[in-house]
């Protein structure tokens, strides 16, 4: 999307307009599931600071939100939790953790059956691609242009905003799936395989993975290493979630 700014801009305000409004709410979820779960283990740190909600604004971290949107993986301001609270801290830091990535995983599914309802409508009306449609993620990308033209304008950018809603969930939860602190990633690693007192990393530890993070995001050659992971990862995840969506809608007869 950067260098669209430059080239198409037009083209690239409107991409990030389709992009906000599952944008705001991946991040926002992914936040709200972590403060609820901690909430619920003992922590009240997360509801006192009026952070079980859904509200952006409440949420949003400036620089996270812009490498979101431009970049496909970022971060939203974390939210406050004090493990000391918890009834059992190994376990219940573990449960905090895998609490927005499995947010963000649900909503990445749920995004793809409302996608694979036009889908099948479309499909149905126009008999078919005639080509093997049990790539049904990779159809239903094909069918944005052929959905406008079928169903009109509202019905594409409603489309597009379904399609950027599953892949940006499913994008932050893999990157928050990094063994860096301070992502989840990292305190599912510790309180699985490390097992280090400390359910949080030292501070310099903390400030090396940040680093690292941007590293990722500056360097070309490891953002196209992670960028070739994500495409692997998505094309792999897409691919079983539409074989089974295609295998479901012709036992019901639909197709």
């Known amino acids: 999307m950067l260098t669209d700014l430059f080239t198409n801009p037009i083209g690239a305000i409107a991409d990030f307009l389709l992009c906000l ?4 709410l991946a ?8 403060g609820l779960v901690a909430y619920w283990c003992g922590d009240p740190t997360a509801r006192n600071a009026g952070r079980l909600t859904l509200n952006p604004l409440k949420h949003l971290d400036p620089m996270g939100f812009l490498c979101m949107a431009l970049f496909h993986f970022g971060w939203a ?7 000391r609270n918890y009834r059992n801290p190994r376990r219940d830091d573990l449960l905090v953790s895998v609490a927005g990535i499995t947010a963000n995983l649900l909503l990445c599914v749920v995004g793809f ?7 099948t409508l479309l499909l149905r009306d126009i008999g078919g691609l005639g080509y093997d449609c049990t790539r049904f993620f990779q159809v239903s990308y094909a069918l944005s242009d052929m959905i406008g033209e079928q169903y009109g304008d509202v019905a594409y950018y409603l ?6 809603f599953a892949t940006i969930n499913l994008s932050l939860a893999m990157f928050n799936l990094l063994p860096i602190p301070p992502l989840d990633g990292y305190h599912v690693l510790n309180d699985l395989v490390l097992r280090n007192s400390d359910l949080f990393a030292a501070q310099k530890i903390a400030r090396i993975g940040s680093m690292l993070l941007l590293l990722i995001l500056v360097v070309p050659q490891l953002s196209s290493l992670y960028s070739r992971f994500v495409g692997t990862v998505f094309m792999y995840v897409f691919d079983g979630l539409g074989y089974v969506a295609f295998q479901l809608v012709h ?4 197709l």
């Open 251 to 254: 036992l019901l007869g639909l």
């Open 113 to 119: 059956i409302l996608m694979c309802i036009p889908t």
């Open 21 to 24: 409004p599952g944008l705001l």
């Open 77 to 83: 301001k974390p939210v406050p939790v004090n493990p």
């Open 159 to 164: 489309y597009e905003m379904l399609v950027n």
């Open 27 to 34: 991040l926002c979820c992914h936040e709200t599931a972590h």
